[in-house]
């Protein structure tokens, strides 16, 4: 009896040293990489940048970082691109911290003349990722997400395609998890739109990332730069941890009086002895 009780008190300062253990590792402030930025058009080179990057502004933050319009535009005129872009921000709530994990990224985009399609339609991508957050280290949760589209000198037929992505490989712009998308469509010079998605539920894991796509189609700039075809765009992305249910609750709250319990009939055992 005396080497079943010896075992069962090991047992339990076993279980209880790695629930420590799990509960200081969840708490660990992971370091996060850079929010970065990517902006692509079909057949051309991509455009990365963070708040390191020369085409950003001053003053960001490895969870913030705000392009510099000249830098920017001036780059993707370099490389053909048929669009500039202006005020594009990527913002990201300290990852490693836990509590709710947010991602959110915006910016007006405006098709010019010349580049690689000047007589039809083009289309961009902008990226937004952030990785390292650790908001379900214990439990699993829901991903919801928010978009809007201003278009404005448009016709029928421009589009905005926004999707939010969860990773738990933690790696930076992998789509390849749940996720959650709206598309929205002009129908004239200047539809506005907006929505908020039903979201997508979202597994536990120790720390994951979080990737904002913007997929943007104008039509061509028939004004001479007076009028061009815009949308400003923003994405918002939220993933929080699930409430445990009350009879998960109450189970929790049953079984804490039966290890203290115990704990006493082994103290008293011990002086027994």
Sequence with gaps: MSKWLRFCRKGLIFGVACGLAMIAFAGHAARAGNVALTITEDGLAPVTLDFLSPLAQMGGDMNHVTANDAALNATLTGLGYDFNVFGLTAVANAPGLGGTATLFTSGLVERVGGGGNPGGIATLQIDGSQNDYATLATLAGHMSTTFSANFTNTVAGNTQSSTSYFSSTNAQNDTTGP???????????????????????VPSTMVFSLTNRDVITLSPDLSGGLTPPTDQFTHATLVSSAIPEPASIAMMGMGLPVVIVGLGWLRRRRAAA
Excluded at 179 to 201: E, I, M, R, V
């Design 179 to 201: 996720n959650a998308s709206s598309l929205f469509n002009s129908t004239g010079p200047a539809p506005n739109g907006g929505t908020a998605t039903p979201g997508t539920d």
